[in-house]
Every structure is written in structure tokens, then in C-alpha cells.
């Protein structure tokens, strides 16, 4: 299971330089404003210890790693809604991704251009936050029209309580509130699904700051520095390391976007591990086994049987599958059971 995040923030933020550093892909970061038109995509391997260390464990032939797919995506500025700059293209291109990852500048650099002069990260937040919303409420009120006219002559429960759902959501919209915060009940998220909004996205918030301030912990977001995530994807492991020691960072941007990520997007991962293969997979927090069975192949989950289940560090203490049978550690799980991150599974299914 893939999934995508895009990219967004006002021009010069630092945007196409977090996403040349992540993916170590190779994307026109230029110096001046809508230098990104067309989205760059970029697959990335999820780095995962435990997957690693089961891989060794298991010496096995091939590390299959989760992915995450990042979408750098075209810069936004006031009256995107209404089409200004490249709006209309950003707006098309962010319907597509499953969360949003908002890059907010805090450096500071002569060099670099601020849209607006002056650099602002609460402002800058506010104008993309603004334009979103604006473009939902134009996407809803649109859909309310539609609502009232199919409503004419009828007692439709289920217009009536599409009706009262858009007008508490367009209440909130206008008084400035992304439907991501809103209380929603889980039919109320259902009803409202087709619709594709924005702001209902899960929405993340990366600060580029100074290369002083990489250290920074702020409580509505992550702080990274673009500029040295950038220094880091040029250089070997080993080096990378040493430089990361010298500035007092214990893991890279990467690692805390991904975290982020799955946490906004309430993903968890299982391991399969063998000699053949040490596998990552990834599902939504809830999952149940056979559901779980069914992301490796839709057979398994049609014929499941049963998973049979060790907690990913409980197989490395013991030192493989044969010694943690022979503790009673691996469990026989049925089709109700909930999987858990860091899952060490094997599936039995009928052919």
C-alpha cells in the first residue's frame, strides 16, 4: 500500500528543495516563483529498522521496503481559488494526493524571495489555509444548490440529511475552520466522501528553518531544514551519520515526515520476514487479519485460516521462528483479531 503526500506552500518556501532532498530526485529548484508547473512525483522507501533487523535475521534474499509517494506540487498564492497564479492546477492536483504537507518558511535569506516581502509564518498559513477552504466552500455551495433542487416536492431522509451536514460544514468554512478540525461523526465523513474536499485531508505542517533551529520541537508541526536535508541526500551513510552527530539531529526530515505521515494518516505497518524475503506492508490502524491477508494477495484473504503472529522484537530476542515456537510466543490468531505495528506474521489459507 502506497501512499501520497502532496507538497504545497507559497512560492520560495523551500518546496522543490525539501522534495529534491527526500527523493533524491532530480527537480528544477530555481529562485523565483512558479518555477514548479507540472507536479514531480517522487517513490520513496519507508526506512525501517525493524525490517532490517528481521532481514538479517532471516538472511534473506531480498528487503522489500513500504513505500511513500510525494508530490511536489505547484506554489500557491493568494486568490488560487479564484484562479490567480497557477491556482486551478494546484487545486486539480491536490484532490489527488491523501494528505497535504504544508511547507512553511521560517528562514531566513536575503537571496531568497518572499512572495509577500517579509517572512511570516503564521500569515504565510493562513493565506494557503484561506485559499482552501475557499475552494471547498465554492465546491459546496455548489452542492447545496444541487441538494435543494433535488429536494422540491420530496421528504428524502437522506437529502435532508445531506442538507443539514453542508450547512453545519459551510458554517465553519466561513468562520475560517478546516473541516480536518471539525468533529465529524464517521457517517457524517461517509456522506461527505464523494465530495473530495481540501481542507478535509489530513493536514501537516513542515517549518524550513534555520540550520540553528533543526533541533526545534514546535507543537503544531516539525521543524526541518531543507538546505541541510539536502547536504544529507549527497552523502553516504556513514557520513551522513557523522554530520547529523555534529549538529545534535537523532534522525533526518525524512524520518520525521514519514512518522507524521502515518500518524495523520492513521497507518500502521506488519513485517513478513524469511529466507526468501523480509517484507514491509502497510495498512490502516483497525485492520483486521483477513483484511490484512488480502494486502499481500486477494486469496489470502478470501481462503484465511488463520495468522500465525510474534511481535517483532520478541522473534529477534529469540533468535528465530524455531526457538520462539518452542517459548510459546508465536500466537494463532483468528479472523477477528486486530493486527498491530510491528506485527510479525505468516498466513494460512486454503487454495
Known amino acids: 500500500m502506497s501512499f ?14 525539501l522534495f529534491k532532498a527526500l527523493t533524491k530526485k532530480q527537480v528544477d529548484a530555481s529562485n ?80 531568497v524571495v518572499h512572495v509577500h516581502g517579509i517572512v511570516n509564518p ?104 531543507a538546505k541541510i536535508e539536502s547536504e544529507l541526500a549527497e552523502l553516504d551513510e556513514e557520513s551522513a551519520k557523522e554530520y547529523m552527530k555534529t549538529l545534535g539531529m537523532e534522525e533526518t526530515g525524512l524520518n520525521k515526515l514519514i512518522k507524521e505521515s502515518y500518524r495523520a494518516l492513521n497507518l500502521i505497518t506488519f513485517l513478513t520476514s524469511g529466507p526468501k524475503e523480509s517484507r514491509a506492508w502497510t495498512i490502516e490502524c483497525g485492520t483486521k487479519a483477513p483484511q490484512a491477508a488480502g494486502k499481500i494477495h486477494t486469496d489470502f484473504e478470501k481462503g484465511f485460516i488463520r495468522a500465525e503472529v510474534i511481535n517483532w522484537q520478541d522473534l529477534l530476542d529469540c533468535g528465530g521462528e524455531v526457538s520462539a515456537k518452542e517459548k510459546g510466543l508465536i500466537r494463532l490468531e483468528g479472523k477477528d483479531y486486530i493486527f498491530q505495528d510491528g506485527d510479525v506474521t505468516v498466513f494460512r489459507f486454503a487454495n
Not at 504545497?8 to 528543495?17: A, Q, R
Not at 523565483?32 to 514531480?40: D, H, L, R, S, V
Not at 452542492?143 to 445531506?162: A, F
Open 122 to 225: 503564521v500569515s504565510d498559513r493562513e493565506v494557503i489555509n484561506m485559499e482552501l477552504i475557499l475552494a471547498d466552500l465554492e465546491v459546496l455551495n455548489k452542492s447545496l444548490e444541487r441538494v435543494n433542487s433535488q429536494m422540491k416536492g420530496l421528504h428524502d431522509k437522506t437529502l435532508d440529511k445531506q442538507k443539514i451536514l453542508l450547512e453545519k460544514i459551510k458554517s465553519n468554512l466561513e468562520a475560517g475552520k478546516l473541516m480536518s478540525e471539525m468533529e465529524l461523526e464517521t457517517e457524517e465523513k461517509f456522506i461527505i466522501k464523494s465530495f473530495n474536499f481540501l481542507t478535509l485531508k489530513p493536514m501537516l505542517y513542515a517549518y524550513n528553518v534555520d540550520e540553528d533551529e533543526v533541533n526545534d520541537h514546535p507543537t503544531d508541526g516539525i521543524a526541518i531544514c
Open 32 to 111: 523565483y516563483p512558479f518555477c514548479t508547473i507540472e507536479p514531480n512525483v517522487g517513490v520513496v522507501a519507508v526506512p525501517d529498522e525493524r525490517l532490517d533487523k528481521l532481514s538479517k535475521l532471516n538472511n534473506s534474499e531480498k528487503t522489500i521496503s513500504t513505500t511513500i509517494e510525494f508530490v511536489d506540487i505547484a506554489g500557491l498564492v493568494k486568490g488560487a481559488s479564484k484562479g490567480e497564479g497557477l491556482g486551478n492546477k494546484f487545486l486539480a492536483n491536490i484532490r489527488e494526493v491523501d494528505a497535504i504537507l504544508q511547507v512553511v518558511r521560517r528562514f531566513n535569506d536575503p537571496n
Open 4 to 17: 501520497s503526500i502532496g507538497i504545497v506552500g507559497l512560492p520560495n518556501v523551500g518546496k522543490s528543495t
